[in-house]
């Protein structure tokens, strides 16, 4: 065999090698997953009206709020609970009295998001895919490609003032 076979057989192994190992890439293999368990929960729950926003978040309206709506920089209070799609709770802060304040834009972004779309004294129900939540490596004992639920009431927003 001479050199110039030699390296095309080398170039042919290296681009089947390629191939092979982005097909089986499991994060490919997550995503999918958690998109159809995103997909199956809407199924199951159809008589949710959730919106689909452009970012990927879904939203659902359980009381409309009177008061304002919180934006970036604006400090929100809220009772919430995060659950995973199957109704496990990994969080949850109403059983406790206590209320969770933050900074709006310092949360994972559905939960922010989801802040935006509410008005004081709304209750909404989020599903956040991992995208905008706690992505492909997860933390805080959450798995990556894990979409979440969390109920939230929003209770006080406090508007960011510069002075």
């Known amino acids: 065999m001479n050199r110039k076979n030699v390296k095309v057989i080398l170039q042919l192994t290296a681009v089947l090698l390629m191939i092979s190992l982005i097909s089986c890439d499991p994060g490919r ?7 159809e368990d995103i997909q199956d929960y809407l199924s ?22 009177t008061g304002i709506s ?5 400090s929100a209070y809220v009772k919430y609970t ?17 209320l969770y304040g933050f900074i709006v834009g310092q949360n994972i972004t559905g939960f922010d998001e989801g802040i935006t ?11 956040i895919p991992s995208s905008l939540g706690y992505g492909s490596v997860g933390t805080y004992g959450i798995s990556g490609y894990t979409p979440l639920l969390f109920d939230i009431e929003l209770i006080k927003v406090v508007q960011y003032t510069d002075n």
């Open 29 to 35: 293999k997550l995503a999918k997953q958690e998109k």
């Open 44 to 65: 199951q729950n159809s008589t949710l009206a959730f919106v689909k926003k452009p970012s990927g978040l879904y939203y659902l309206e359980v009381t409309a709020g």
């Open 70 to 74: 919180a934006v970036r920089t604006d």
């Open 82 to 98: 995060g659950k995973f799609l199957n109704g496990t709770v990994f969080d949850s802060n109403v059983s406790s009295g206590k």
């Open 117 to 127: 779309l509410m008005k004081q004294g709304g209750k909404a129900t989020l599903l």
